[in-house]
Structures are given as C-alpha cells and as structure tokens.
C-alpha cells in the first residue's frame, strides 16, 4: 500500500469515527483495548494492554487516532492495562463466538463473497439456535465482523465466570464434537424392564428425534417395498431388520414419538446410529473454537471499521437477521456521498452498495465505498491527485 | 466445634468454627502430635485409597485435621498431591452425605445436626440454579458447566446432555456427583497455601513421608520401549530369576510384571518374555499382569519405589545411576534418554522378526 493510499484511508477513517456512534460494551473501563494503526511496511503493530484510563473516552480516541483495526477484550480485569494476563488479574468473561467463511466447510474456494456471506449467516441461525432454544441465553449481541462473518457477543450472568474448560464443553455442544448415539441413548425403567430412550425433549436428542420421526414420514409416504430398500440402503441393516422397523413403524409408531428405541430392535437402533451422524454434520455451528475458549481473546468493536475492507462492524438487531444484507448493509453512509479515483492493480467482479462492478486493472472513478473496499483489500492504490 | 463440622470440615461453617475457638495452626501443628497423625492419614488415604480414612473419634481433632493436611499438601507442592487429595476429601464427603441424604425419610432430617440437601445446595451457590422437577432436578447450565466440566465420563459432555432454556436435567445420583465436583474445587481452593518455615520444619517427618509415597506413585511419563539391557539392576536381576525358573515372592512378582507393564508391555508380551522356562505358571502370570493393568480391578498399579525395593530385598547390584533416581523408572528413563536412538532395539521387534 502507497502511503497516499494509507493517508487518504487514514482522514476518511477518521472522518467516519468523528460521526459514528459507537455504543462501547458495558464495563469498557474494565476491559483491555487494542488497535492496528495505518503503519507502512509489512507485519501490522499491534498495540496492546490499553485501558480507557490511557486512550480516553473511546469515541475521541478513535477520531484522533483513526486507526486501521480496534478490539476490545471479552474479558474484564482489575487493572487491564498491565501488561500480563496475571497482572490484569481476571475478574470475568463474555462468551464470544465467531463465524467466519474461512472456515466453513460448506464453502468452496469458487464461492463468491455473497455466497460466502450467506452460507456464514446460515451458520450463524444455527447457532443463534442452539444458544437461544437449548442455552437459553438471554442477553446475545451479533455483529456482522466488517469482513467474512459474524460474532456473537453473549454476556448473561451464567457465563461470565466460566473457564476455559467449560467453554470448552459450549463449543463442543455447538459444533456436535463427541456426539455419539451411545452418548445420547439413555436407558429407563419401566416397570421392571430398562428401555434404551433417545431423549425427546431437549438437546441433541431432540434434534436426532425430530429427524427420526421426518425419516418415519418419509417411509410412510412410500409404498411397502419402497420403504423396505430406503431402510436398507443404511449400513447394518438387511431384510430381517428392514421389516422389523417397518413393522414397527406400522404398529408401533407411538413409542418411537416417545424416543423408547427398545420397540424396533437393533433396526431401530442402527437408524438412529446413522442419524445421529447426519444430524451432526448439518445442523452443527463450526465456531471458531479458540475464540470462544480463550478468556481473554481480544474482539473487533462493533460500530468500527475493519481495515481490510472499509465495511463497518454493524450490531445487527435480532429481528434485522434474516434481512440483513452484508454487502449493503455494512457499507458506511460517510463513504457513501461521492465518487473517487482509483489505480485498480487486482481487478474482476466485486458486488458491493447493492451494485455490481466489473474493472479492470487501470484508472477508475468509483463510489467511494467501492474505492475505499478496494484500497483495504490491496487491490487498489488511490489516484493520483 | 459440632461433629457435623469434622464430618464436612470443608463447609465455611466449619471454618467458621475454627476461627471462633480462635485456634492458632502453627501452635496446633506444634503441640497437637494426634492432629498431625491424623492429617497424615488424611492424605496417605488420599494416595492410597482414594478417600481421607477412617475419621478420628475427637471432633476437635478430626476437624482440625483438614485445614493442617491442606498445609501438609502445601508444603509438598506437588500438582498431582493437590489433584488426588482434593479428589479423596471430595469422594469422603460425597459418601457421607449420600448416606445421610438418603436416611432423610425418618425423623434424623429436623435434627440440626444433619446435612440437608438445600444446605448443600446453598453453600456452594448452587440453591438458585437447582430446582426440583417430578423427574429430578434442573440444573442452570452456567451452574453444571462449572462443577461438570471437568468430571470424567461420555454421559457428563454437556453434547450428550438434554439441555433446554439454559437448564440440564439430572437424577438426584447426578446431582449429588455434581456436588461431589463442588465439594472438589471447594478443598482445591487456594491450594497450595503460602505456608510459613516455622511451620514446615514442624512437619518435616510428615512431608517426607509423603513425598515417598508420592514417589511410589509417580505417574511416569509414558514409556513404550522395550529395550532389557537398559532396565534398572533389580529388575534385570527379577528377570533373570523368572526366566532361571526361580519361584518369587508375590512382591517381586508384582515389582516386575508392574515395571513391565509400565513401560508398554502388553500381558502378551510380558508371558512370553517370561516363557524362557518352561516350568513358569502363564495363568498366574497373565490373571496379575492383568490385574496390575487394571483389566480385572479397579485400580492401576505402578510399579514400586526404590524405597519399597529396598525394604523388600529387591534392590540388588546397585550402580552409580542408581544413587541419583529414587524409582526404577526414573532409571530406565535415565538410561533411554542417555542413548542414541539408533541403538535401540526393541526386545518386541526382535521377537517379530524372531517368528
């Protein structure tokens, strides 16, 4: 990057952050800051171990700084700004998660950013899923990161003390890592026999059991000999065990909406072995696990700007979701009013701004937000005056 | 000082107790010989038994007992003492309360002096996360996070768990584990303490001891090398005998089918080594190797210090290695880690290409 490149970037950061509103976490004094400023050279300075005692009031720090990237901890301490973790002396922790198309296994290198964005937001509902209905977590910020994802930001009291084991356990929970049938399975009594039981009313027994009882409608839905071959296309089961499923689907169908898995046989059992680990894979949220197990991560601050792309970090409401557009939504008003020139060095397709741009590798004159898009991610340098 | 304060000297009301009788550690700890002994117990039962041994009959010294094993813990400072001690205080007060919780039908449970489960629930924070369903209970998943997380076995991973609106049902044998757990990071707490040399040299005797059986105990890093040249003199002198077709005694027998089985050796492996002479007995052979492994008891055995060799007649042939490793397996580590990795050959190998 040029260094007329990084001053013009520079001001116009700097110009957003003298109008943004910024709505810092709660305990901001509490919490470590950190930033990237627009140095030349390769290798980004990081500059750690802030707290608002040495920047200030954020806001005017970051309108007098202007910096590339600013993070703040999930993490809250005695005293954040000293310099190791022990002297900060931890008090307690949000529970971050972060998604992001990197690493996302439903996404493919031939994958458009929209695509990518939106196989991200897919995993993110997901997610919201999980921590809502089974976790029942109350007090959820998310974020669109500015780049290829989101970040949830949960901050109800429950999880605030939790170590790194136990947050662990959460990212396990998420992304089905050990969920096995023989984990899930429990076993009761009744009367005076134990019955093997998928639990039907919470957790991963619930999901598995709702997928058992789709699979059931489906079988139902074909004739007999249909419904006899689908069941054996599954491993470990032949005819014999095929027909006793089927039979117990036909008159039986009661016991296997309770979950009770003694009534089909090892059939049934075998089914739901196989379900569980389709259930796992597609309805799993592949978190980014070190972010959320690390206490004293360090995260974007909703409402900046991230450095590689000139988006904003944008809170979006709960509500806003499902509708909320990355590539429109995130684009900042300020970038928004003119057009600039740019020496385009990495052209193709961009769609950006509810527009689809297609450049060459020369001078343009495009929306700021485009030029702006462009110059963070290196593929462009300023024009020259 | 009330008996159900040495029961579960863990409870702040036991601390509590402590301090208004305004007892003094350092005088107790110099002047209390049966508290000492008894603190010792509490932790050789913890690295023995897996439990804090048969209480004291004095209330006074009983509870006593527990804030001076806490400081006989300390002054070893060793990562795996504070870990089985803790375990062993939380597995005792776990088997007390069980009991008293389930005698709870008859009239004891209006007697102040007995632990009710709301008690328990209140003093480690946990009343307001656990509710009472017709089924068991509920438990906030903040709250079971916290004392599960780090509970072996498959059915505690919170994946496994049937988690709904942020609360994990349990059976009440669930929840009493779950406060087993608290119990546990409860004695853990501050461990080890800062303790005062005035202190320690009072208990010098005690921490040796300790330390010894600590020895015993010591989980080895895991070894899977089988080379007999490098084995620790007694042991190359067991093996001989074993393989001249000697008759051992039971702790000798011990002492080598554990050291093998600690450096990787199947049962397998160890029978055939063994085989050399014909007049061995393979089923004896194979029932204690299996035993030492843990296949059919409960327990994992290590092999025995060089104290315990030496109080046995085991220790035989002494070299220079020897005087600086107080276990045989410190030895052979020693000597594996002296040697080019080329050079060893693996006593197994041999005996693939063998057959």
């Given at each position: 990057m040029e260094e007329r490149t990084r001053a013009y970037l520079r001001g116009r950061f700097g110009d957003y952050y003298r109008r943004a509103?910024?709505?810092?976490?709660?305990?901001a004094n509490e919490r470590e800051w950190g930033y990237v400023p627009?140095?030349?050279?390769p290798g980004a300075t990081y500059v750690r171990h802030n707290s608002l005692l040495d920047l200030g009031d954020i806001e005017t720090f970051l309108a007098r700084e202007r910096p590339r990237h600013v993070y703040f901890s999930a993490g809250r301490y005695r005293?954040?700004?000293?310099?190791t973790m022990s002297e900060k002396s931890w008090l307690s922790s949000d529970l971050v998660f972060d998604l992001d198309a990197d690493h996302l296994?439903?996404?493919?290198?031939?994958?458009t950013y929209r695509e990518m964005l939106a196989t991200c937001k897919d995993a993110l509902l997901r997610l919201l899923d999980f921590l809502e209905?089974?976790?029942?977590?109350?007090d959820l910020t998310v974020a669109f990161?500015?780049?290829r994802g989101y970040h949830v930001h949960v901050r109800d009291e429950?999880?605030?003390?939790?170590e790194r084991d136990a947050r662990r356990e959460i990212v396990d929970y998420v992304r089905a890592t050990g969920l096995t049938a023989e984990g899930l399975v429990g076993t009761e009594m009744r009367e005076t026999v134990t019955v093997r039981v998928l639990p039907t009313d919470g957790g991963w027994g619930r999901r598995v059991h709702e997928r058992l009882l789709e699979f059931v409608a489906e079988l139902e839905a074909m004739d007999r000999e249909a419904a006899l071959a689908r069941l054996q296309e599954?491993?470990?089961?032949g005819e014999g065990r095929a027909r006793t499923v089927y039979g117990t689907i036909q008159n039986n169908r009661e016991a296997i909406e309770r979950g009770n898995?003694?009534?089909?046989g090892v059939g049934l059992r075998t089914l739901v072995d196989s379900l569980v680990g389709e259930v796992a894979a597609a309805e799993n949220a592949p978190i980014d696990e070190p972010v959320t197990t690390d206490t004293n991560r360090l995260i974007r601050l909703p409402?900046?700007?991230?450095?590689?792309?000139?988006l904003a970090v944008r809170r979006v409401p709960r509500g806003d979701i499902e509708a909320f557009d990355p590539l429109v939504d995130a684009v900042p008003e300020t970038f928004r009013s003119h057009d600039i020139t740019v020496e385009v060095t990495d052209g193709g397709r961009v769609e950006l701004g509810g527009d689809s741009f297609t450049l060459q590798e020369r001078e343009h004159t495009v929306p700021e937000y485009l030029g702006v898009f462009l110059m963070c991610r290196g593929r462009a340098e300023k024009g020259k005056e | 000082m009330q008996p159900l304060h040495a029961r579960y000297p863990f409870l702040s009301a036991a601390r509590e107790a402590v301090q208004t009788a305004g007892v003094d550690l350092a005088a107790v700890v110099a002047d209390e010989p049966a508290v000492v002994e008894r603190a010792l117990g509490r932790v050789e039962g913890a690295l023995q038994e897996g439990t804090v041994g048969e209480p004291h009959r004095r209330t006074r010294v009983e509870l006593l007992s527990y804030p001076v094993a806490r400081v006989l813990v300390s002054v070893v400072d060793e990562h795996v003492l504070v870990h089985k001690y803790a375990r062993a205080e939380a597995a005792t007060a776990h088997e007390r309360f069980s009991e008293e919780l389930a005698a709870d039908?008859?009239?004891?449970?209006?007697?102040?002096a007995t632990l009710r489960l709301a008690d328990l629930l209140a003093e480690f924070d946990l009343d307001g996360a656990v509710r009472e369903t017709p089924e068991g209970y509920r438990v906030g998943v903040g709250a079971y996070l916290q004392h599960?997380?780090?509970?072996?076995?498959?059915?505690?991973?919170l994946v496994n768990r049937e988690l709904q609106d942020g609360e994990v049902p349990l059976t009440e044998a669930e929840l009493l584990v779950l406060l087993r757990q608290a119990v546990r990071h409860r004695v853990e707490e501050g461990l080890p303490l800062d303790v005062p040399d005035s202190v320690a040299t009072h208990l010098e005797g005690h921490t040796d001891r300790v330390e010894e059986l600590l020895a015993e105990l010591e989980?080895?890093?895991d070894i899977d090398t089988v080379v007999p040249d490098l084995f620790p003199p007694c042991m190359q002198h067991l093996l001989d005998r074993i393989q001249k077709g000697e008759h051992l005694e039971h702790h000798s027998r011990f002492a080598i089918a554990s050291f093998l089985t600690s450096i990787g050796m199947s049962t397998d492996d160890i029978v055939e080594m063994f085989?050399?002479?014909?007049?061995?007995g393979e089923e004896v052979t194979r029932y204690q190797v299996n035993h030492i492994r843990g296949a059919t008891s409960p327990t994992e055995y290590s092999p025995p210090s060089c104290a315990t060799m030496q109080s046995y007649g085991d220790?035989?042939?002494?070299?220079?290695?020897c005087e600086e490793i107080s276990h045989p397996m410190g030895y052979y580590e020693a000597k594996l880690d002296d040697t080019e990795e080329e050079e060893l050959v693996d006593w197994r190998e041999r005996q693939e290409s063998k057959s």
């Open positions: 509103d910024l709505s810092p976490p709660p305990d627009w140095t030349e050279g005293d954040p700004s000293a310099s296994p439903a996404t493919s290198p031939e994958d209905r089974d976790f029942g977590f109350e990161s500015g780049s429950a999880v605030q003390y939790l599954l491993e470990g089961i898995l003694e009534a089909g409402g900046s700007l991230h450095g590689g792309s000139g | 039908t008859d009239l004891r449970s209006t007697r102040a599960a997380a780090d509970q072996w076995g498959e059915e505690w991973r989980l080895t890093r085989q050399v002479n014909p007049g061995f220790c035989v042939n002494m070299d220079d290695l």
